[in-house]
């Protein structure tokens, strides 16, 4: 069984900077961060797997972006620079104990926190 727990959510101005955190307690192969924003559907922003060290992201965030993960702290990490508008929404992180694929897909995530707020002003 795995436990997430969210943190580093906030707010901040366009172009500023962010870091997310996904404590986890338990062995989680495959980790993610998932955002939603009011009136949309929770849509993935970045994917990790441990196996290995393998990186996902979104369009709309490479570049800007980073997912990483401290082994020594089993925590998942969401560096965000350049932040824009757009960008605001309630954060999520999701873990699996399977392998699938697309790594995007909510549904293939068997684990979830409760969610960290970022909100990015003009």
């Known amino acids: 069984q795995v436990q997430l727990v969210e943190s580093g959510g906030g707010s901040a101005q366009a172009g500023g900077s962010l870091r997310l955190s996904c404590a986890a307690s338990g062995s989680t192969r495959r980790m993610a961060w998932f955002r939603q924003a009011p009136g949309k559907e929770r849509r993935g922003v970045a994917g990790?797997?441990?196996?290995?060290?393998?990186?996902y992201y979104t369009d709309s965030v490479k570049g800007r972006f980073t997912i990483s993960q401290d082994n020594a702290k089993n925590t998942l990490y969401l560096q965000m620079n350049s932040l824009k508008p757009e960008d605001t929404a309630m954060y999520y992180c999701?873990?699996?104990?399977?392998?699938?694929?697309?790594?995007?897909?909510?549904?293939?995530?068997?684990?979830w926190g409760q969610g960290t707020q970022v909100t990015v002003s003009s």
């Open positions: 990790f797997y441990s196996g290995g060290g393998i990186t």
């Open positions: 999701a873990a699996a104990s399977f392998i699938a694929t697309p790594w995007d897909k909510t549904s293939n995530y068997n684990y």
